[in-house]
């Protein structure tokens, strides 16, 4: 068997909100961010939205955060396909603790990975429902940049 290859399929620019805390559990510290909308890239002038009303729940821990998106997006012309992602970001205790501040921390020093599951009634997007996809982030202030590839 052989690696499997990767094949862009959109990015997300995500716009996110204050996040809301939820104070200390045991597993870490919990909150609940956001989605505000954004917008939808891909190859071949697919364009679209990420539409309001998601929400990413996440759980911090000094040298990372589990992360746990769902979301709606919708294309230009208007299929509609529903994001649930999942992701780790991790980094330095300093890098961790200043993006969960909002501050602005080079992508290169954090490690963002998610594995987003898509699904959509669409016709021309059903196919997404059985296939895999893997994607890298990075978190901005108020917006996270998330790029999706399709597992080949």
């Known amino acids: 068997m052989t690696a499997p290859a990767l094949e862009e399929l959109f990015t997300l620019r995500v716009e996110v909100g204050d996040p809301v805390d939820l104070g200390p559990a045991p597993d870490g510290h919990r909150r609940m961010v956001p989605i ?7 190859p071949g002038g697919l364009a ?3 539409l309001p009303g998601g929400a990413d729940h996440q759980v911090l821990t ?9 979301y709606v997006v919708e294309t230009a012309a208007g299929e509609r396909l529903s994001v649930h992602n999942r992701g780790v970001r991790s980094g ?3 890098d ?7 501050e602005v921390v080079d992508p290169e020093r954090v490690y963002f990975r998610c594995t987003p599951r ?8 059903a196919w997404v429902c059985g296939r895999v996809f893997v994607a890298t982030a ?8 998330v790029q999706v590839f399709t597992v080949l």
């Open 36 to 42: 505000l909308g954004g917008t939808l890239e891909g």
């Open 48 to 50: 679209g939205q990420v």
């Open 62 to 70: 000094p040298g990372f955060a589990l992360l746990d998106a769902q």
């Open 92 to 94: 330095s205790r300093q």
């Open 96 to 102: 961790v603790a200043a993006l969960a501040r909002g």
């Open 118 to 125: 898509l699904s959509s009634a669409a016709p021309g997007w």
């Open 138 to 145: 990075h978190r901005h202030p108020h917006r996270v940049d």
